[in-house]
């Protein structure tokens, strides 16, 4: 059984950051896709970034790029949402989720398993 576990979240000040982590447990997650995904209230689940476990290849959705950057730690099966100059249109509940076809790059209802959601808010 697959677990993912996020944790980071809170309440920070617009142009502030926030590290999310993503702690995956019960597989080898050396050939998943590794994805960030949120969720602000009244609208739909969006894509943020996703990673190649295997090649460490990034993709980001335009509104973060030069902002977020994803990174993962393999011994420890973790992986990062370093998220800088955070604005108020960031804030949202942010889930993680993984792809165990390690695909490049699947659309968000194809993700097999997903964590339980941190959520990140960004005042003005």
């Known amino acids: 059984q697959v677990q993912l576990v996020e944790s980071g979240g809170g309440l920070v000040q617009a142009g502030g950051s926030l590290r999310l982590s993503c702690a995956a447990s019960?597989?080898?997650?050396?050939?998943?896709?590794m994805g960030w995904f949120r969720q602000a209230p009244g609208k739909e689940r969006e894509f943020v970034a996703a990673?190649?476990?295997?090649?460490?290849?990034?993709y980001y959705v335009d509104s973060v790029k030069g902002r977020f950057t994803l990174s993962r730690d393999n011994a420890k099966n973790t992986m990062y949402l370093q998220m800088n100059s955070l604005k108020p249109e960031d804030t949202a509940v942010y889930y993680c989720?993984?792809?165990?076809?390690?695909?490049?790059?699947?659309?968000?209802?194809?993700?097999?398993?997903w964590g339980q959601g941190t959520q990140v808010t960004v005042s003005s």
């Open positions: 989720a993984a792809d165990r076809l390690g695909r490049l790059w699947p659309p968000t209802n194809e993700y097999d398993y």
């Open positions: 990673i190649s476990w295997s090649t460490g290849i990034t």
């Open positions: 019960g597989r080898t997650f050396s050939r998943y896709t």
